[in-house]
């Protein structure tokens, strides 16, 4: 049976993950230290499936029951799921039921809500904090935090039994140079891995900037419309 949609995006995988290992071998790192997570959100369950069948193993969803949702209908597939999108404290236990690694911890609270979460699961979720790139526009809603309390936050999640601190995110301010943003976001990661020597993930780079974040030190790239194709206006 032909199926277009899967060998489109077959296709676009290829020149992503082309772009990934170029860009890796400009800046002297190796292609493999450099995680791929392809952002489904909007996208159907059938996406996902296509694209585990040709070779994506790690996925990222920025809403709550969306998350829940794919989780609960692939649960037969091998993958693991990221979270990348901003927790309400009184939902961050739904979050520790199917997240891998959730990149968008900002918050105290949301540390300590997704222990409580975690452990009630006996699960242990890997974390990363999230921190505000573009402190003068807090109205665009990308949340995290601001680098003066990355080590309140990280501190928390160092505390928590059922979560493991495992490095910081950042989503580059829109319409801006990523490259500044990236700088100061690897100068972050930097910092907190001294304090905390196994941080070292740093999740940074979409569809229109990877190359600059893997540039800058990223480990994980969070891509979607170079695959999946455009979304819907603010998603
Ligand atoms: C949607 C989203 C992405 C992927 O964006 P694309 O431009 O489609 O690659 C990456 N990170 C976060 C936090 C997102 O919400």
Redesign the pocket.
Known sequence: MTDARRDELAERLVLVRDRIARSAERCGRSPEDVTL?V?T?TWPSDDVRRLCDIGVSDF?E?RLQEAERKAAELRDLPISWHF??QIQSNKAHRVAKFASLV??VDSVKVATRLDGGAEREGRSVDCLVQLNLDPGDRAAG?GGVRSVSLEDVASAVEAAPALRLAGV?G?APLRADPVGAYRQLAADAKRLQALHPRARLLSA????D?EAAIESGATHV???????GE?PPN?
């Open positions: 997570v952002v959100k990222g920025n990348i999108g990149h968008s990308r995110m989503v780079g979409m569809s229109g990877f969070r891509v979607g419309s170079a695959i999946l979304r998603r």
